[in-house]
């Protein structure tokens, strides 16, 4: 048996539980099955392979799937899957956000058992049989299975899922709830979520201008970022949001980086217009890395370097008397970076991996080159 945490609800004489899951029991106790109509079906999964490269062994995944004409749930989608483990990745290098803060339904197939912390309680331990399979998911089958696809990169870290957990339902009554809970389509819609701006998502001010900034250089055309960032954990893009978000958040947050309070606030005003033409100049001195496909100048790394150093660039535009959003002054500025650092440091394959590129490293060789641009005195 695998004793869990967990809540004993009741709702209409339904008792069901509220209960903690780790990763390890979820990948042991659920099996994940799709409806098939005879053994010459479609795959139960879709979407094409060859459509984009995948971290995930889609071979083992697909292996893992059951079909069933007693099955209920709808096709896995491979994109989804995708788009999935690549947000749990994001969350957890980010580890600001949960990957699955809401919980799971899931249907129990044998008796399970409840005690109590006390006589009355409804706090207690849930005690499910060890059999694998023994689980099937009637809400977040996908999740679920991204969840599988990438446990083995969570290493010894602890993880727990929150689950709905249903005592032996009738079948019909299986099907009804899922029937329910998918039959109307409830998510925002794209266009919505592009809609909303930092300052109405985020109350801290710092934060909300730096996600003004992320929107600015995924939205506008002229950016040299636009479509590429995934925002809010979903899109095509192949930028992280929150990484790039919260190092133009601790930016915003150091008033005299950006030359004191008035000079601060003026710059928040300004700085969607100067992150665009700013970057735009990077992708100028370093265009064969920009456009190339075996470079790492659009990664986590390096974009926080770049935003990391902005108060060296924005002080360089100062001495030249120029505004700090004007595009040739920042050229001018950063014009050094092409002479003593070039695309090849930004080589996926070369320097990037034998330097063992970080974030302050890569910083301090884009500040040095600022200070020296001719190299003295280096």
């Excluded at 392979?49 to 209920?72: G, V």
């Excluded at 995708?82 to 919980?103: K, M, N, T, W």
């Excluded at 399979?133 to 010894?156: E, Y």
Aim: aromatic share 8%; glycine share 8%.
């Amino acid at each position: 048996m695998i004793s869990v945490a967990a809540i004993r609800m009741q709702q209409f004489g339904v008792q069901f539980y509220q209960a903690s899951l780790t990763a390890s029991d979820i990948d042991k106790l659920v099996r994940f099955e799709v409806l098939s109509y005879g053994e010459q079906g479609p795959a139960p999964v879709r979407g094409g392979r060859k459509r984009a490269p995948s971290k995930i062994n889609w071979d083992l995944l697909e292996r893992r799937i059951a079909s069933s004409e007693k099955a209920y749930q709808r096709h896995i989608i491979r994109r989804k899957i995708d788009e999935l483990v690549q947000y749990y990745e994001q969350c957890r290098q980010a580890r600001d956000l949960p990957s699955i803060p809401g919980a799971v339904i899931i249907s129990a197939d044998e008796k399970l058992s409840f005690e109590a912390t006390e006589p009355g309680s409804v706090l207690g331990r849930l005690k499910v049989p060890e059999r694998e399979g023994i689980l099937r998911a009637i809400d977040g089958q996908h999740r679920l299975l991204a969840l599988h696809a990438d446990i083995d990169h969570f290493g010894d870290e602890m993880f727990t899922v929150p689950a709905i957990i249903f005592d032996r339902l009738p079948e019909d009554h299986v099907v009804q709830m899922f029937v329910t809970i998918n039959a109307k389509h409830t998510r925002l819609n794209p266009s919505h979520l592009v809609s909303l701006s930092g300052r109405q998502l985020y109350q801290d001010e710092s934060l909300a201008a730096a996600h003004d900034v992320v929107r600015a250089l995924n939205d506008r055309e002229d950016s040299p970022l636009f479509g590429e960032i995934k925002l809010l954990g979903v899109g095509r893009g192949r930028v992280s949001q929150a990484p790039l978000a919260q190092e133009l958040k601790k930016l915003f947050a150091d008033d005299e980086a950006l030359g004191g309070a008035r000079k601060s606030a003026a710059f928040r005003e300004e700085s969607k217009r100067f992150f665009v033409n700013y970057l735009k100049q990077v992708a100028v001195v370093f265009e064969a890395a920009w456009q190339g496909r075996k470079y790492s100048i659009k990664s986590a790394t390096a974009l926080r370097a770049f935003v990391r150093v902005a108060p060296d660039v924005i002080r360089a535009v100062d001495q030249q008397h120029a505004e700090r959003t004007d595009f040739r002054a920042i050229g001018r500025a950063i014009a050094p970076w092409g002479r003593r650092i070039g695309a090849l440091r930004f080589e996926t394959d070369g320097a990037w991996k034998r330097s063992g590129t970080t974030v302050e490293g890569l910083t301090k060789e884009l500040r040095l080159a600022l200070q020296y641009p001719e190299g003295a005195g280096v």
